[in-house]
């Protein structure tokens, strides 16, 4: 077996979309949501997503092929959900591997689920119930240098996020703000030291621009749409995420794992296919992009694959926008 490239899936037996990349044991594992092949409705409810398991990747290195290592959870298994295992994201503490996960509860509605495995790999097994309090979908996770653990979530449209403006769910509600008004920004939680709750409420984040102004609902090429990701580089949280609609990959930076976040520019240009979601993850003495796109399906929406590429930063700080399909490759 050969190992993977830049720019190239990084399996070609399964399709997988939406990479959490962390490293685990000296080792880069990666937990993308695996598209199923099928031909159902595609529409922006996102009902052509129809993913109900989970595989998880691994690499030893950039020189090492990519490892199946089979089904991590399954929706058969997860008492409280109905469809729709959508992208997920894991950490580590207390010695043990957690696995967060969106789906559908038996009324339809979007919640945060976790489950727990000894090893990086999985199994898994899930919590009986949903996080309480938990809604949307997209969880990403920070275990910061002083051990307190954040989830961020959210996502517009399919992701229900329109719907819980008000502090409850609303299922007419299909309407964000005017456009001249804040965008719907990504929530936040503290998680408890156990990991399975939140530990207080879930809050808005503030994305502004460097007036300090919100960005508005119908600036579209910066308002948050889906996907968030947060790291941290030199002192400063990174919130990076979709814009959905115009399909690239931004951010913004903060003092602060609340925020507000800073918006700074563009990581990735548009790929092959309708959405984009990331991670970002140091591994040895350099940051790499996982991304999705596609281009293993010709542009099926619901049948993507997972990629990386190098991030590179710039002195100030700034991370320089990539090409997800650069000349010669």
């Avoid at 207390?94 to 919640?111: H, S, V």
């Avoid at 991370?319 to 000349?327: F, G, L, R, S, V």
């Amino acid at each position: 077996m050969s190992s993977v490239k830049p720019n190239q899936p990084l399996v070609t037996h399964i399709f997988t979309a939406d990479p959490s990349a962390h490293v685990f044991e000296n080792k880069i594992y990666i937990y993308p949501s695996h598209d199923l092949d099928h031909d159902g409705p595609d529409n922006d409810n996102g009902d052509q997503y129809k993913m109900e398991d989970y595989h998880v990747l691994s690499l030893d290195n950039f020189d090492s092929p990519a490892v199946d290592h089979g089904e991590a959870l399954h929706l058969k298994d997860v008492p409280w959900a109905s469809a729709q295992m959508w992208a997920p994201d894991a950490a580590y503490k207390n010695n043990q591997y957690y696995l967060y996960f969106p789906a559908r509860d038996k009324d339809g509605i979007f919640r945060i689920g976790v489950a727990t495995s000894p090893t990086p790999a999985g199994p898994f097994k899930a919590e009986p119930d949903y996080i309480q309090g938990s809604y949307s979908i997209d969880p990403a996770v920070l275990v910061d240098e002083d051990d307190q653990a954040y989830i961020y979530f959210g996502g517009l449209w399919g992701g229900q996020l329109e719907k819980w403006q008000t502090g409850t769910f609303q299922p007419e509600q299909t309407e964000g703000p005017p456009a001249d008004q804040p965008a719907i920004g990504p929530r936040v939680a503290k998680l408890s030291e156990d990991m399975l709750s939140f530990a207080a409420e879930p809050q808005e984040i503030s994305i502004i621009d460097e007036d300090g102004s919100p960005i508005t609902a119908g600036d579209e090429d910066r308002r948050y749409f889906e996907g968030p990701w947060v790291h941290k580089y030199n002192g400063y949280y990174y919130l990076s995420y979709s814009t959905g609609s115009t399909h690239k990959l931004v951010y913004g930076i903060s003092r602060s794992p609340l925020g507000p976040f800073t918006f700074k520019g563009t990581i990735l240009t548009p790929v092959i296919g309708w959405t984009t979601h990331h991670s970002i993850v140091q591994f040895e003495d350099k940051w790499y992009l996982f991304y999705h796109d596609s281009s293993l399906s010709e542009g099926v929406n619901h049948k993507r694959c997972v990629k990386y590429t190098e991030l590179k930063y710039n002195e100030d700080g700034t991370i320089q926008t990539i090409d997800p399909y650069p000349a010669g490759e």
